[in-house]
T-cell receptor, first 116, second 117 residues
Framework: DARVTQTPRHKVTEMGQEVTMRCQPI?????VFWYRQTMMQGLELLAY????????DSGMPKDRFSAEMPDATLATLKIQPSEPRDSAVYFC??????????????FGPGTRLTVL | DQQVKQNSPSLSVQEGRISILNCDYT??????FLWYKKYPAEGPTFLIS?????DKNEDGRFTVFLNKSAKHLSLHIVPSQPGDSAVYFC????????????????FGTGTLLAVQP
């Protein structure tokens, strides 16, 4: 049963600390997304990778957030320094794009981040 | 600016009745639309989709209708069941956003559906 995995599931940290969230996309998928869920904005896209290359990170605060894919089985989202307003649920999703066919994204269970 | 809007934050329906969830979009270039369902403490899961070349797609109890002239789509659930209680997200895609195929999605803010037994 292929699924996207995310670690940790929950993270509580203090303001100013570095936070690293990890995602393992579904094997064979060539696109990876990071989202942040908030009450007001719903699911906000933070970053989008295709074949491990970043295509779009316009939704990400550049001064404190960074997203990488060190290899095809790992995507990371880092926040340094973290702030209370970063408290949210962060989702990773992966999908497969071929030619002109768009397919749905498959989501992980999320990381609930609380910054005190 | 929210390109995909779900104006009803919540909806309550009796079991067995029809649930209708609505979604509006502003970008006429969107060509693929999806509905996702989300239970608490879980990630969203894909429910049903529709291409812009169609106006209806049906899958069991779920039907999505697309009205391109009104830039509006809706999800109908008939009959509604208590297990359908969840947050429903509408999403839209520009399949050639980057000059090639893409599955980048723009999501709405979600509608919380409560199906009362």
């Amino acid at each position: 049963d292929a699924r996207v995995t995310q670690t940790p599931r929950h993270k509580v940290t203090e303001m100013g600390q570095e936070v690293t969230m990890r995602c393992q996309p579904i094997l064979g998928h060539n696109t990876v997304f990071w989202y942040r869920q908030t009450m007001m904005q719903g699911l906000e896209l933070l970053a989008y990778f295709r074949n491990r290359a970043p295509l779009d990170d316009s939704g990400m605060p550049k001064d404190r957030f960074s997203a990488e894919m060190p290899d095809a089985t790992l995507a990371t989202l880092k926040i340094q320094p973290s702030e209370p307003r970063d408290s949210a649920v962060y989702f990773c999703a992966s999908g497969l794009v071929r030619d002109r066919v768009s397919n749905e994204q498959f989501f992980g269970p999320g990381t609930r981040l609380t910054v005190l | 600016d929210q390109q995909v809007k779900q104006n009803s934050p919540s909806l309550s329906v009796q079991e067995g009745r029809i649930s209708i969830l609505n979604c509006d979009y502003t970008n006429s270039m969107f060509d693929y639309f999806l509905w996702y369902k989300k239970y608490p403490a879980e990630g969203p899961t894909f429910l049903i989709s529709i291409s812009s070349i169609k106006d209806k797609n049906e899958d069991g109890r779920f039907t999505v209708f697309l009205n391109k002239s009104a830039k509006h789509l809706s999800l109908h659930i008939v009959p509604s069941q208590p297990g359908d209680s969840a947050v429903y997200f509408c999403a839209a895609s520009l399949s050639t956003y980057y000059g090639g195929a893409t599955n980048k999605l723009i999501f709405g803010t979600g509608t919380l559906l409560a199906v009362q037994p």
